[in-house]
């Protein structure tokens, strides 16, 4: 174990240190020359990995690490101005889970709840901010007029771009008194410039017509439009601000306080930020604005969650570039970084082979994916994808997660080729190409395969409710599955993925398929599709195997079934020959045999058949022919094996009673040769009544 420990430690010292330099050069592109490469968004899942990792072990953290650096170097065409205290950023979370950590963490740091503290506090513990996606600006006034305007930079020193500032109409060039605070002679803000998606359209409408590269967001933009030396440019484009921090003391004790002395003073404050009394609001309140953040003019990526004493705020102090008593917790990312961890291969309806990555569990666009379809294997070539490979998920809206772009920078020399397999991986068929397509070159597969899933689900088997043709079809085109075992791996994300399914209804099939898990002896053989085995038969060899209602493990099972002799079997009610060897082949097959395999590792619980002796047809085997008028056959059926009766398909010397219906068939004369009790509607109804 401690060997173990040790290879893990070091695979994480690996990983860390692949993932501080590719963060660094990228931050350095975002920051310094505003020139990003990837997303945001997975950039912050790159990031949060690295401080998820740094949080395991410590004893790895380095000065250098960018989770301790806070924005980028200062470009040398601007005068450098250095901050009065460092201008620092947000550690992010990604989850309810890592935001109830974030507040233990402070808390152990403090040695005390301070929640708990201030619960008989009029004002609220928390303060929610939405965070906005532009560039943070520092304005610092004198005698209530603007005299410098800079940017974070690195947190202690930042760029002089106050002639560009004072082009933006919502920042006060000098201050006014609207309520009862003083201006204060010296005042340290903190804000943030943006602009519109609106004004982001506009602009690059401008830059295609002038042959100039489009800005990748509007962040982007912002930047681009403060950081450059011509004051026009700024002037000419439709930059806004809000401001939402007093960085120097003038005399406020909460950060609430200090959003309406802002107002006070003729600063813009944003109307939609609130104070929350506890975690959960904070969470509701990110929530809320994640499903309608759209309708805002400007971008937001998350909110802010601040503790609202500055007190309490000021003694948790600051750990590497971010503050103990804020976070920012991030939206769901359209897009974020993963691993693929390995990769199946699917044989859907056609026969046709679709590889799929399973991938260590990230969130991306509201749902948890642990699978992506790489849809054939010239993707995997395009994409240049091995095992092992961090690589970018991509989802927008209601479209399937799809692998964008593998970083070939993070790899370690460890991953693996993916290679296209020989032979059918469900029946064992050599493959063939068409196309861009690999297939089985049996005709049948997709086809017998389906079938075989459809009768796996249906209620005389697993009784999986919600998962007709129609779902099975669906699952199969999309690659989340290729043989019965598969349902057992489906995870509610892989399905809430897919369009038109949504969380609600991907939640429902996944938790009958987990209830499905648990099932009996003669409804689990019933349901392998054993050719010639229907259900009495499944509850004949259930009923040889084990009579009593004990757990039975599917590895003996197999084993049982593997040893028993064809003779043995025949000796069993309605077994013969045929049937034997159908039974005695299948479980030769070395594809059923990974089949059970796989639904063992699925979960899959055998209950050990139990058969009912007691009833009005207690050890009675039952017959019927022709069609009932106060029942089903199906309803029928359920009776007569709830009364501890066998219902059987076809009329033997073995068969007790025939029940016969409107337009019997040749059972019924079958019956009388062989001398077997014969019962009209009526006298079946009153053996149900006694």
Known sequence: MAMKNESDKQQALERMEKLRKFINYHRTLYHTFDTPLISDEAFDTLKNELEELEYKYPEFVTKTSPTQIVGGKPLDKFVKVKHETPMLSFDDAFSDTEMNEWLERMNNYLGYDALARWKNKKESFFYCELKLDGLAIELIYDDGELVLAETRGDGFVGEDVTQNVKTIATIPKKLTQFGPWEIPKHLVIRGEILVSK??????????????????????????????????????????????????????????????????????????????????????????????????????????????????????????????????????????????????????????????????????????????????????????????????????????????????????????????????????????????????????KCGAVNRNLIIHFATRDAFGIRGLGEGIVDRFLDEGL??????????????????????????????????????????????????????????????????????KVSINEFENYFKKISAQDLEEIQDIGPKVALSIKEWFADRYDDALLK???????????????????????????TGSLESMSRPRAKEIIQNSGGHFNSDVTNKTDALIVGADPGSKLEKAKKLGIEIWDEKKFLDKIKK
């Open 198 to 443: 609106k004004e982001l359209e506009r602009i690059n409408k401008e830059q295609e017509k002038k042959g100039l590269k489009p800005f990748a967001n509007v962040r982007n933009l912002a930047a681009g439009s403060i950081r450059q030396l011509d004051p026009k440019i700024a002037a000419s484009r439709k930059l806004e601000s809000f401001q939402y921090d007093i960085a120097n003391n003038v005399g406020q004790k909460i950060h609430e306080e200090e959003h309406k002395m802002l107002a006070s003073w003729g600063f813009t404050i944003n109307s939609y930020n609130r104070p929350a009394k506890t975690l959960k609001d904070v969470i509701d309140f990110r929530n809320y604005w994640e499903k309608h953040r759209e309708s805002l003019d400007y971008d937001i990526d998350g909110i802010v969650a601040i503790v609202n004493d500055n007190s309490i705020f000021d003694a948790a102090g600051v750990i590497g570039k971010a503050p103990r008593a804020a976070i920012a917790y991030k939206f769901s990312p359209r897009q974020a970084s993963t691993i693929v961890e390995s990769v199946t291969v699917q044989v859907g309806r056609t026969g046709i082979l679709t590889p799929v990555a399973v991938l260590k569990p990230v969130e991306v666009g509201g749902i948890t994916i642990t699978h992506s379809t790489l849809h054939n294997f010239d993707e995997i070539k395009r994409l240049g994808l091995k095992i092992g490979d961090t690589v970018i998920v991509t989802r927008a809206g209601d479209v399937i997660p799809k692998i964008t772009h593998v970083y070939k920078e993070l790899r370690t020399g460890k991953e693996k080729e993916i290679k296209i397999p020989k032979i059918c991986p469900v029946d064992g068929a050599p493959i063939k190409r068409e196309g861009v397509f690999v297939k089985c070159s049996n005709p």
């Open 481 to 550: 599955i290729s043989g019965p075992a598969d349902i057992f791996t489906l995870q509610k994300g892989d399905v809430a993925a897919l369009e038109r399914f949504g969380e609600k209804s991907a939640q429902n099939l996944t938790s009958q398929i987990e209830k499905s898990k648990k099932i009996s002896l003669d409804r689990f053989i019933y349901s392998l599709g054993i050719s010639n085995v229907g259900q009495e038969t499944a509850r004949a060899l259930a009923k040889k195997f084990m009579s009593s209602g004990k």
């Open 598 to 624: 796989k639904l063992d590792k699925g979960g899959v619980e055998i209950i050990g058949y139990h058969e009912k002796t007691k009833g009005a047809f207690a050890g009675m085997n039952i017959c019927l």
